[in-house]
């Protein structure tokens, strides 16, 4: 039933028997989009936290709710990145690829790593999906995959072996194989079956025949490895935990990070939370997350939608509430108005922009980075808000907070970017104690605050912000609205005068946010030399990981990793001179560049993708070392 061939040295011990474990492994999960690999993916990824190893993943699924079967553009894809040193990056190439089909081992078998370990259900690599993946032969049998080890049995006539005994229909019974699937990798990697076999039989405790089923598929594959007599590339390999400083920890998708941020931000700020948001990938997943957390004064509205949904937080935040809505790129154009509303309103917001492929519907499951322009100037008149970039899954919550701090300290709409990486992708994270995180209660005003008893509603306080008055407060009846008004009074003015000083009264007290965030500090490296890399959001992992190689072998680079993109630190202007050379990767086609080059007038260059995949280490080392020679 198993049938091996295999070319190249070992992926993961270099051909040498009896070899030290490597610090990090890459494994792709990789099959038809019914065959549940982020399900199988997202498992891996819990016993891989429980075995102690820091990890980062990447889930790439097609956009189509359902592709045909079997069909190259409906492959589904999970890869993880797992050691015993820092993972910042879910891999270049994988080590491991498992292809439940043709088409999966078709679309990613150019990632794989020369020498790495294929491991195919070669019950799938029939006549028809070969010709649904363009195969004129049967790749596991014409020796075209040489350059990799190949490991082929037919998972799917053993998992209906393993089922059997339980009477599950054909369909059903094969719907268990991706746990068979996951209990050969739980035995390849030395993870324990335990907390899965528990998490099986919560997930199907209505139905224990499923339950039943799905636990004798892991254990069976489990068995196998454990069993089956096969030389070459099928060995077990244990990775040692990674050091780690004491703690709680968990692991947190980027969705999970910033749902539970803007629910700590809002307790600090001592509000309820309302989120008006409309389903849109890949920002759904913050709603889903919210709903669960109702217990903490969240409440959760699915609007009709994007203009509505922004509408309702804006409203919440009218009424004393923190409003917080999100979208991705297309929804966030179809919110621009009523952002602008807010922003003349001068009421505190949250807007999520989890960022995907553009223009238009785009890609809509792949990342990018190429709504920066949009954030930062994307809205009709002189429309200037805080824009905030997260760097990974956990450094999304405390970015949440901060978005939520300078919302209500600065009566002002925040936009808090990520993107499609970022909010599908898990990594550890140390749970921070809540003492650590210093309050900033909001305030309303609650009694007349000009002469005679008269309310001012853009009187400004020292920050530049105006009072934030509850709707229906007694004695405290005023007027806010998409109208320009008087800077005094409120009263609807809109003169020459008016709208030159509430035009330079809004712009100030955004510029006067930078005085409030930390000085940009380098992240990895010197304050000066020949090249420094500037980064924003998800490209952190790639970059800090190409200048520490490209430092170890005596280059002179430097990383400083931006989280605060509008307005910018006051001294980064100061940081980026001492560089003779400044190169910005992202994956747009050079949007940040342009920003630092307008606001600093230094010479920044572009390395840019646009691809909807991340930027690999590779690509940036290869960048390094290009300027540097020249």
């Known amino acids: 039933m198993a049938t091996a061939v295999f070319g190249g040295p070992d992926a993961l011990t270099g051909g040498k028997e009896n070899a030290a474990a490597p610090d990090a492994v890459v494994v792709r999960f990789a099959g038809d989009s019914g065959d549940g690999m982020q399900l199988t993916g997202g498992q891996f990824t819990l016993s891989t936290a429980l075995a102690g190893n820091d990890l980062a993943t990447f889930p790439d699924f097609p956009a189509e709710i359902r592709a045909p079967q079997g069909t190259l553009f409906g492959v589904s ?15 270049d190439q994988p080590d491991v690829l498992i292809a439940m089909n043709p088409a999966a081992l078709k679309v990613n078998l150019d990632a794989l790593k020369p020498g790495g370990l294929i491991i195919a259900d070669s019950g799938e690599f029939n006549k028809r999906n070969l010709e649904k993946a363009k195969y004129t032969v049967n790749p596991l049998e014409d020796g075209s995959l040489h350059k990799w080890q190949l490991l082929g049995f037919d998972i799917s006539a053993l998992t209906l072996e393993a089922v059997k005994p339980f009477g599950l229909g054909n369909k059903e019974a094969l719907r268990c194989k991706n746990m068979w699937t996951l209990g050969l990798a739980l035995w390849m990697f030395d993870r324990e079956r335990g907390p899965l076999i528990d998490w099986l039989r919560t997930k199907f405790a209505k139905n224990s025949t499923l339950a039943d089923a799905n636990v004798a598929a892991l254990n069976a594959g489990h068995a196998y490895g ?56 890949p920002a759904s997943s913050i709603l889903h997350n919210l709903v669960k957390l109702k217990e903490f004064g969240v409440t959760t509205f699915q609007a009709e939608d994007e203009i509505a949904a922004i509408a309702s937080a804006i409203g919440a935040s009218y009424a004393g509430h923190l409003g917080v809505t999100s979208s991705s790129g297309p929804g966030i154009a179809l919110k621009t108005e009523a952002i602008g509303l807010a922003v003349m309103t001068e009421l505190p917001l949250v807007i999520v922009n989890s960022q995907r492929g553009g223009p238009s519907t785009g890609l809509p499951t792949k990342t990018e980075q190429s709504d920066l322009y949009q954030a930062v100037y994307g809205r009709n008149g002189d429309a200037s808000i805080p824009v905030i970039a997260a760097r990974s899954p956990s450094d999304a919550f405390d970015c949440a907070i901060e978005a939520c701090r300078v919302a209500t300290q600065y009566m002002t709409p925040v936009m808090l970017l990520t993107d499609g990486y970022i909010a599908n992708a898990a990594e550890p994270w140390k749970v921070p104690d809540p003492a650590s995180y210093l309050p900033f209660p909001a305030t309303f005003l609650e009694e007349p605050n000009g002469p005679d008893g008269t309310v001012l509603p853009f009187a400004r306080n020292e920050r530049g912000a105006r009072p934030w008055i509850k709707a229906g407060t007694p004695g405290l009846m005023h007027r806010i609205g998409g109208i320009e008004k008087n800077p005094t009074t409120g009263a609807i003015d809109y003169s020459p005068a008016s709208h030159q000083t509430m035009t330079d009264l809004r712009k100030a007290k955004i510029d006067g946010i930078a005085k409030s965030i930390p000085p940009q500090e380098v992240t990895l490296g010197e304050a000066s030399g020949k090249l420094v890399l500037v980064g924003w959001g998800s490209t952190f992992g790639p970059i800090h990981q190409a200048v520490r190689r490209a430092r170890r072998r005596g280059l002179d680079v430097s990383h400083v990793h931006v989280r605060y993109i509008w307005p910018l630190p006051e001294n980064l202007g100061e940081l980026l001179a001492g560089y003779d050379r400044v190169l910005v990767p992202e994956m747009n086609t050079g949007q940040f560049k342009t920003v630092l080059r307008d606001q600093f007038l230094i010479d920044a260059r572009p390395l840019n993708k646009t691809s909807g995949q991340p930027f690999t280490i590779a690509e940036i080392e290869a960048a390094i070392e290009q300027i540097l020679a020249a």
Not at 79 to 91: K, L, P, R, Y
């Open 77 to 91: 894809a999970f890869q993880i990145n797992f050691g015993s040193t820092d993972i910042e990056t879910a891999g």
């Open 226 to 281: 454990e069993t089956a007599e096969l030389s070459g590339p099928l060995r077990q390999v244990r990775i040692a935990p990674v050091e780690s400083e004491p703690g709680l920890y968990r692991t947190v998708t980027g969705a999970e990070s910033i749902s539970y941020g803007l629910v700590a931000g809002a307790q600090l700020a001592e509000l309820p939370l309302f989120f008006g948001g409309y389903p849109i990938t």
